[in-house]
Nanobody, 126 residues
């Protein structure tokens, strides 16, 4: 069982930055692929970014590529999402999710992730 806890959300002005953290507990975090998803009010959950178990591969949706950066520190059992140049349309609840895999392929469907955190609110004001 992998338990995930997100933190780092908050209120920021457009153009600002936030760093989200996803702390994991459980065995063998290094064998876990992690993704970030978000859900805005009235919208479906959306894949944002993901990183493979060893950090060897990352992937972003077009709308955040170049502004967001996903990274991980396996020694700390933590994955980060650095969000820069934030826009009002980035406002959402952000969730991290995990899947047991050592594959280098990135998957973007939430159906492939077995473990989810409780979410952290990110609000970007204009």
């Amino acid at each position: 069982q992998v338990q995930l806890v997100e933190s780092g959300g908050g209120l920021v002005q457009a153009g600002g930055s936030l760093r989200l953290s996803c702390a994991a507990s459980g065995p063998t975090f290094s064998g876990i692929g992690v993704g970030w998803f978000r859900q805005a009010p009235g919208k479906e959950r959306e894949f944002v970014a993901a990183i493979t178990w060893n950090g060897g591969n990352t992937y972003y949706i077009d709308s955040v590529r170049g502004r967001f950066a996903i990274s991980r520190d396996n020694a700390k059992n933590t994955v980060y999402l650095q969000m820069n140049s934030l826009k009002p349309e980035d406002t959402a609840v952000y969730y991290c999710a995990a899947r047991r895999t050592t594959a280098q392929a990135i998957v973007t469907s939430g159906l492939n992730y077995a473990y989810w955190g409780q979410g952290t609110q990110v609000t970007v004001s204009s």
